[in-house]
């Protein structure tokens, strides 16, 4: 509820918004369909006029849309879950060549780092309590990746981040 209420509110001050479908998150080949193709140009559009720009993705589908992408409820659904969304933030992170992406979830940054095969990671600092900023080499691209986990946070925490970064 924290994260839902933390997107609700960047759209609500109009930031640019992404929404992905719980259908693409439990799907292991949605990264390479065209519908994939077609949030990353919207991204590196919507990123030519605005420092902020979210990407909206369930991290918990319903009963029903599991059963549809034929995944068991669980941690089967978990760990697909996080591993579909690390490689889709991997992907858009360098299809994009955005300089900074903010993940939410440690199982999310996990599955990012792993997928993307980073081996080092240097932390550089807090930057809110328990929103820390690190750095890594994706594909040989620099990006500032912040952190923080999915459960906590002001609901103008996205803004506030942006704020900090831009300074």
Avoid at 152 to 160: A, I, P, Q, S, V
Wanted: hydrophobic share 50%.
């Amino acid at each position: 509820p924290v994260s839902v209420g933390q997107c609700a509110c960047a759209r609500e001050q109009g930031v640019p918004t992404f929404d992905v479908a719980a259908a693409s998150v439990l799907d292991v080949r949605w990264t390479e369909s065209a519908a994939f193709a077609e949030l990353a140009r919207g991204l590196r559009s919507a990123l030519g006029s605005s420092s902020l720009v979210v990407v909206d993705a369930p991290v918990r589908a319903t009963e029903a849309e599991l059963a549809a992408a034929g995944v068991a409820p669980g941690e089967q659904a978990r760990a697909l879950t996080a591993a579909n969304l690390g490689a889709m933030a991997a992907k858009l992170a360098t299809s994009t060549r955005v300089p900074t992406l903010l993940v939410m979830g440690g199982d999310v940054l996990l599955a990012l780092l792993e997928g993307a095969g980073c081996a080092c990671v240097r932390m550089e600092a807090q930057i809110a309590p328990g929103v820390v900023v690190s750095f890594v080499e994706l594909e040989g691209m620099p990006l500032h990746i912040v952190s923080k986990s999915g459960g906590f946070g002001d609901r103008d925490l996205f803004t506030h981040v942006a704020e900090l970064l831009n300074k």
